[in-house]
């Protein structure tokens, strides 16, 4: 089965400065998609970026970057240039490739706070 | 609305009895999905529909729960007797079989069993 973990709950950045969010995932397929979504209070969960495992180029979107290590099974998100709307929780996710569709495996996420 | 629309948005329900919370996808996406996030936690998957056909129950925790989707387009999930662990936000995403499959999230239904 696969698993997705973040060992931090909480994250706190200063406006306009970066921060990067952590997440370690383990799985015995080779072919797959890596995610990271946010969650702000209306609950509502956005797609922030997405990876796809067979592609060595990590992926970006505008202030949002991943920094993918297939080997490591890592898959962090750097937020540059922190907005006050980047408060929100944020989670890491997977889901196979193989296959039309498939579920997405979270992590337990993590609570991102921004300082004015 | 262009998006995926879920109702009721709260449901408060006494221990014991039965619910129905609705989810409505993004028109002509054939893939619908049910996840249950309990306070703190990631989402968990639940039940995933290709068409009217359940492809996936795996995340189902019981019999007390089951999920219909007869035509292919809204569904329902169903939870019978009701129980103070069932308490959690359910999420309900649709997707296209096309590109990364990306899945669409509404904005969840809040039950709480008192």
Redesign the interface.
Same mark, same amino acid.
């Given at each position: 089965a696969q698993t997705?973990t973040?060992s931090q709950p909480e994250m706190s950045v200063q406006e306009a400065e970066t921060v990067t969010l952590s997440c370690t995932y383990d799985t015995s397929e080779s072919d797959y998609?890596l995610f990271w979504y946010k969650q702000p209070p209306?609950?509502?969960?956005? +797609?922030v970026i997405?990876q796809?495992a067979y592609k060595q180029q990590n992926a970006t979107e505008n202030r949002f970057s991943v920094n993918f290590q297939k080997a490591a099974k890592s898959f962090s998100l750097k937020i540059s240039d922190s907005q006050l709307g980047d408060a929100a929780m944020y989670?890491c996710?997977y889901?196979r490739r193989t296959g039309?569709?498939?579920? +997405?495996?979270?992590?337990?996420?993590i609570t991102l706070s921004v300082r004015p | 609305g262009a998006g995926v629309s879920q109702t009721p948005s709260n449901k408060v329900t006494e221990k014991g009895k039965y619910v129905e919370l609705r989810c409505d996808p993004i028109s002509g996406h054939t893939a619908l999905y049910w996840y249950r996030q309990s306070l703190g936690q990631g989402p968990e998957f639940l039940i995933y529909f290709q068409g009217t056909g359940a492809a996936d129950d795996s995340g189902l925790p019981n019999d007390r729960f089951f999920a219909v989707r007869p035509e292919g387009s809204v569904s329902t999930l169903k939870i019978q007797r009701t129980e103070r662990g069932d308490s959690a936000v359910y999420l309900c995403a649709s997707s296209s079989t096309s590109g990364a499959g990306e899945q669409f999230f509404g904005p969840g239904t809040r039950l709480t069993v008192l």
């Open positions: 997705v973040q998609y209306s609950r509502q969960m956005i +797609l997405r796809e989670f996710a889901r039309a569709n498939s579920k +997405l495996t979270f992590g337990k996420g | -």
